[in-house]
Structures are given as structure tokens and as C-alpha cells.
């Protein structure tokens, strides 16, 4: 087992990643969700929110794993959902930069593991 710090530092690596880029509020993915949906980004950020609560329900029932509730909290309490007003949101952005902000949308699919330990 000579490569498992490096392992375990890949996988811790690809958590934070996950994590800042969820479409919500404050984060990376907030950020990125909003440069491309403008005020749009509350509807796709709750939706986010709702999807977490819908799998918080799926691990505890299933596997009595609660490792996501303790990020739920802290999504509602501290970081919300709303995303505050740029200087001038009536500039868009390009078609190189949309793409950009899709691909960072596939590098959270690949990066979020839906029970990344198990807590019980």
C-alpha cells in the first residue's frame, strides 16, 4: 500500500472539487451559474439544493449514511442561494466562455461521489 497517501490525497482533492463547484450561491459553481444564467442562477441553485436534500433521504434510508447532511446545513444557513449582482449584468458572456462554464459542469458530474464515506 505504498501509493494510498496519494491516493487519499486524489480523492480528498477531487471532494473540495465537488463541493466548490456546486451551482449554488457563493461557490465556484454559484459563480460560473450565474455568469451563464444571470438571475436564472436561484432557480438552477435551489434546484441544486433539492437534488442534495433528495439524496441526503436516499443515503440515510438506504445506507444510514448521513455524510451530506452536515454540507446541507451549511448551504442553507451560510452560503444561500442567491448570488449578488455583478457591477454590470447587462454584459454576456462569449461562446468560448459558455463552454468553459459547461465543461466545469461535467468536471463536478465526474468529481461528486454520492457517498464519499460512510457515516453512521
Known sequence: ?????FIFAAW???LVT??????IGQLDGGHITYAMF???ARVVAIAAFFLLIIL???LISNFNSYVWVLWTILLLVFIRF???????DSIG??????VLGWISYLIFIVCFSPMPFYIR
Do not use: Q, V
Open 18 to 23: 465537488a463541493i466548490n463547484l456546486m451551482p
Open 82 to 88: 442567491r448570488h449578488p449582482p455583478t457591477l454590470d
Open 12 to 14: 480528498f482533492g477531487l
Open 38 to 40: 444571470g438571475d436564472r
Open 93 to 98: 458572456i462569449d461562446k468560448k466562455r459558455r
Open 56 to 58: 441526503n433521504f436516499y
Open 1 to 5: 500500500m505504498y501509493h494510498f497517501p
